[in-house]
Nanobody
Framework: QVQLVESGGGLVQAGGSLRLSCAAS???????MAWFRQAPGKEREFVAVINWTGTIIRYADSVKGRFTIARDNAKNTVYLQMNSLNPEDTAVYSCADRTLPKYSDSLNEYTCWGQGTHVTVSA
């Protein structure tokens, strides 16, 4: 059974940085790994995605230039480096994987999800 476990969330001041990790177990290959987030009272939204080889990387416009997604396939782990954080980035961040080879940033196209990690950015 595939499990995704996120870590690295916490409380940070505006302008600060955090690095989230998502460790996968039970499966050694997935075409795409993505990060989504859900802010209080809002719907879950796409943040970033990366394919197995790292040759396809996409970001939501709201995080472009501030966040960086990366993966270490040897460790079955995907990372999200978040810089220049602002209070609008406050959310529960979840990772998800996709075993089909076609690119997607739609949460409905991802079948396995982690439990999420909380990120709170204070003003």
């Amino acid at each position: 059974q595939v499990q995704l476990v996120e870590s690295g969330g916490g409380l940070v001041q505006a302008g600060g940085s955090l690095r989230l990790s998502c460790a996968a177990s039970g499966r050694t290959f997935s075409y795409f790994m993505a990060w989504f987030r859900q802010a209080p009272g809002k719907e879950r939204e796409f943040v970033a995605v990366i394919n197995w080889t790292g040759t396809i990387i996409r970001y939501a416009d709201s995080v472009k230039g501030r966040f960086t997604i990366a993966r270490d396939n040897a460790k079955n782990t995907v990372y999200l480096q978040m810089n220049s954080l602002n209070p609008e980035d406050t959310a529960v961040y979840s990772c998800a994987d996709r075993t089909l080879p076609k690119y997607s940033d739609s949460l409905n196209e991802y079948t396995c999800w982690g439990q999420g990690t909380h990120v709170t950015v204070s003003a």
